[in-house]
């Protein structure tokens, strides 16, 4: 019983006096319960909407007004024909779009039935299938009111869900595994073997090489840039051969998209491990910093359009977010760098940065 006591005193001293390992374990707890919180939503907000209407009336005036209304809904554009369209799906400005028919109005002041058509992007199939319903209760809403007043109206929608016509969500999660997968092998992997240098004291005989740190990081990071791209290729493989997830896209953009994610998380791993000092604080800073984000705050799981500003906000320096995005448009959209060079640009940035970061830090921490 001694020994017990004695062990678990030994413990318990050595967290305390370890007060990097202490705080993590003390914020790690805080952090998930708020991220949790604010981030399981399956609501969605501020939906973007495009509406379509070759040949405006009043009738159609007050039903875009009803939307106005709604508060869930901002108009993003007014269109004429939907030539326009399909560029603003693809972009990501437009979630939904409403297509009235001409003479809308006069069709229902004539008792026949007036005809729309409602588009929703599925890359999120619970979110399109939200938006959908929302769009639809509107309407009806609408028409129960004009039902009321003048008798017997009829508005027919008809749906058709963009890019995820089947609304599988195979499809959403897969090409977001591809964030997780990578972030789990380059920054969580990364930071434990570099951290295993230092407390097993192999690092010491690398200090006192001819080698400068940034070959010791190169050294130590190469492996993992194979293996991550490795991984890349085989969830691409598995999602064709298996999941029959579709690549509309360019395949070879996406392996180079991903190259650079792998860089990104790469970084981020050897950062964390020239600021700590045992597998276990990196494991936990490498949980806390990179793996929680990438499931919660990347669009990975929850969609990012329903969190809290500051939570939107929060997202904008995840770069698994932006990976998600590319990987997504890629797959199921089919979009090129027209499309994705701002989210390409970004992540290049961040591999940028956060190179420079982790090779100074790593060196100053040699030094």
Avoid: C
């Avoid at 969605?44 to 709604?70: E, H, Q, S």
């Avoid at 930071?191 to 690398?206: C, D, N, P, V, Y």
């Amino acid at each position: 019983m001694k020994a017990l006591l004695g062990l678990l005193r030994k413990e318990a001293l050595h967290i305390i006096r370890d007060r990097r390992t202490l705080t993590v374990l003390l914020l790690l707890p805080v952090v998930q319960v708020i991220i949790f919180g604010y981030a399981i939503r399956t609501d969605v907000d501020n939906v973007r909407l495009a509406i379509v209407d070759p040949a405006p009336d009043f009738m159609t005036l007050r039903l875009r007004n009803r939307f106005t209304a709604a508060g869930r809904f901002r108009t993003v554009a007014v269109l004429r024909n939907e030539r326009e369209l399909d560029s603003l799906f693809q972009k990501g400005t437009a979630q939904g779009a409403i297509l009235f028919e001409p003479r809308f109005a006069e069709r229902l002041g004539r008792g026949t039935t007036a005809h729309l058509m409602i588009i929703t992007d599925a890359t999120e199939p619970n979110t399109g299938t939200i938006i959908q319903n929302d769009i639809a209760s509107v309407i009806q809403q609408f028409e129960r009111e004009l039902g009321a007043r003048s008798g017997a109206l009829q508005i027919v929608p008809r749906v058709r869900l963009r890019f995820n016509p089947t609304a599988e969500s195979k499809n959403l999660f897969v090409p977001g595994l591809m964030a997780f997968v990578l972030t789990m092998i380059s920054s969580l992997m990364t930071a434990i073997t570099i951290t295993r240098e230092k407390e097993t004291g192999t690092m010491e005989t690398l200090l006192v090489s001819p080698l400068r740190p940034w070959q010791i990081i190169v050294g130590k990071v190469a492996p993992y840039v194979i293996i991550g791209f490795v991984g890349v290729v085989g969830v691409l493989i598995e999602a064709g051969l298996i999941f029959k997830v579709p690549i509309q896209g360019s395949l070879l953009l996406l392996l180079g998209e991903g190259l650079i994610y792998i860089l990104v998380s790469l970084s981020i791993g050897v950062l964390i491990s020239s600021r700590t000092s045992s597998q276990r604080v990196a494991m936990m800073a490498a949980l806390l910093g990179t793996m929680l984000p990438t499931m919660m705050l990347s669009g990975f799981i929850f969609p990012v359009d329903s969190m809290p500003v500051v939570l939107r906000w929060v997202s904008n320096i995840v770069p698994a977010k932006w990976f998600v995005i590319i990987a997504r448009g890629i797959m199921l959209k089919g979009i090129g760098l027209t499309y994705l060079w701002q989210e390409t640009l970004i992540l290049l940035g961040m591999s940028l940065v956060l190179l420079v970061l982790s090779t100074r830090s790593f060196s100053e921490r040699l030094e």
